[in-house]
């Protein structure tokens, strides 16, 4: 028996056990005088569900393999970490791996712990990732020689600073075939916006390479989170700037629940969200989120992207679709502050008939779907011609088939005698008629399913009914008096 064999576990909850242990592996590892393993700065730390722990694997020491049940069958995770200010492992890692572990496809997890580098200045740090890329090559490289653990096989999960250290772990690897899959988490920005692809995460560093960009917000000139699409499939949920929840009010919450240590929480806040995403994936089979192809946050704000018609959209996250595209696809999508973070995806579309020449008017409307609290509000500036108007709507949970819409018209008071209240016209029927707003029909489409309804008027007033039959002739109307 080793020393250290009897219990590997070292936990972030018993520090000093840990370093202890930590003392005595070097020790041993010292007496050994293996020359290859002292090179290593990274530490490869096989998650053990057992105690919570991990088991650390020494390249060029095949027994350590065995010793910490290494199953060259099955594929292999990587979480490596990003910059560290206090220079431990922060809690999202355990998090992940046990999310991982809880998937019912079994892997082994590896935590890439490159703290002794990564506890630096920034620049330092940044340096560094290419040392630690470069010792991650290898280490899959030995696993490929020793035990024919193929590297098509390996997953890097890099958050931050560790998406570009997978990066550089993708290309450095020798040999003609690539890693399966990288997972850059909000990669870093400072240091790497701009770059070749050579010098940051890139679409070739990898089989498959996906990002999740949620903090990209520019403070004076720069962004923790890199802006520009480093992926074959790049995500950006709520515009990728900045994440619900994570807005600095909630730093009183933050330090209500965590004490000081809440503070920079929320500074982590929108950055980590990524990993949260990450992890919501692995955890809620049933509540996958599923983002669409667009330009950009503006045209995805106004509804108009939620096609996945020729695989235009996919789903965020482990469970993602795996497509080597040529070019980089930015994907966009809502979500909720909280876990689980997936919200259904609504588009809108109203077609407005403006009966009055010329001059444009002023009323706005709001919808409300009955039952929830989505509002539309204040949609509309000014009416001019003949338009459609189409808008986004997110709802936490699905509407199902059949929903009902209220639909309001928002007179100015000013305007009160010169508009009358909507009616619902009949064409049919004869009456006076006098120019205005007509409203047919609003249609919907769900991005979640693909459905199309169509939501009519009916008799009572400002209600919508949507179902996936045509609307009648009949139209609801907002009369205008002079
Ligand atoms: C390794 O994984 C394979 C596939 O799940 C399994 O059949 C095998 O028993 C595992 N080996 C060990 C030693 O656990
Ligand atoms: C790849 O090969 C080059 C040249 O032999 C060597 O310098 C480098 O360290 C190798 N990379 C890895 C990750 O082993
Ligand atoms: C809008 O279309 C209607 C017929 O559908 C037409 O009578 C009306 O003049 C058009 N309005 C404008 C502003 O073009």
Redesign the pocket.
């Known amino acids: 028996m080793t020393p250290w064999s009897s219990g590997n576990t070292c936990t972030v909850i018993l520090p000093s056990l840990c370093i202890y242990k930590e003392a005595l592996r070097s020790r041993s590892e010292h007496t050994r005088g293996k020359k290859d393993q002292q090179n290593f700065k990274t530490r490869f730390r096989l998650y053990t569900d057992r105690a919570g722990g991990s088991c650390q694997i020494f390249v060029n020491q095949l027994e350590t393999l065995d010793k910490c049940h290494f199953n060259a069958s099955l594929p292999l995770v990587m979480i490596v970490h990003g910059w560290s200010v206090d220079g431990i492992l922060e809690s999202w890692i355990w998090k992940m791996a046990a999310a991982l572990k809880s998937h019912h496809d079994p892997m082994n997890v590896i935590i890439a712990d490159w703290l002794a580098l990564a506890h630096q200045h920034y620049p330092i740090a940044v340096r560094n990732t290419r040392t630690t890329g470069?010792e991650i090559?290898?280490f899959l490289?030995w696993l490929e020689e020793s035990v024919q653990f193929s590297r098509s096989n390996a997953h890097l999960i890099g958050y931050s600073l560790g998406a570009h250290v997978s990066g550089f772990a993708g290309s450095?690897?020798?040999g003609t075939k690539k890693i399966g899959r990288i997972t850059g988490l909000d990669p870093a920005g400072p240091l790497f916006e701009g770059m070749s692809p050579t010098d940051r995460l890139s679409p070739d560093d990898a089989n498959f390479v996906d990002a999740i960009h949620t903090f990209t917000k520019q403070h004076m000139g720069l962004s923790v989170g890199i802006k520009q699409p480093v992926a074959h499939f790049d995500f950006y949920p709520n515009g990728g700037t900045f994440q619900p929840g994570c807005h600095i009010l909630h730093v009183y919450n933050h330090i209500a629940q965590l004490g000081i240590a809440g503070i920079t929480q929320t500074v982590k806040c929108a950055h980590e969200r990524s990993v949260h995403l990450f992890i919501d994936s692995l955890l809620h089979k049933d509540k996958q989120s599923t983002a669409y192809w667009c330009n950009d946050i503006n045209t995805f704000n106004k509804g108009l992207c939620l096609s996945c018609k020729k695989n235009r959209c996919n789903t965020l996250g482990y469970n993602i679709r795996e497509e080597s595209l040529p070019k980089s696809r930015r994907l966009f999508l809502k979500t909720r502050a909280h876990m689980p973070f997936k919200v259904y995806h609504y588009q809108f579309k109203i077609h407005i008939i403006n009966e009055i020449q010329g001059k444009p008017i002023d009323p706005a409307f709001t919808m409300s779907l009955t039952g929830t609290k989505a509002d539309a509000k204040n949609l509309v500036e000014s009416i001019t011609g003949n338009k459609t108007y189409s808008f986004l709507i997110t709802l936490d949970n699905d509407i199902g088939d059949i929903i009902m819409i209220k639909f309001k018209w928002e007179l100015p008071p000013l305007w009160g005698n010169i508009w009358d209240t909507f009616q619902t016209i009949i064409p049919w029927t004869k009456g006076t008629h006098r120019p205005g707003l007509i409203v047919k029909e609003i249609r919907v489409k769900a991005g979640e399913t693909q459905q199309k309804i169509m939501c009519c008027t009916t008799e009572s007033f400002d209600y919508f009914w949507c179902s996936s039959f045509p609307c009648l002739f009949i139209a609801l109307k907002l009369d205008h008096r002079v």
């Open positions: 470069h090559a290898q490289q450095f690897i020798n």
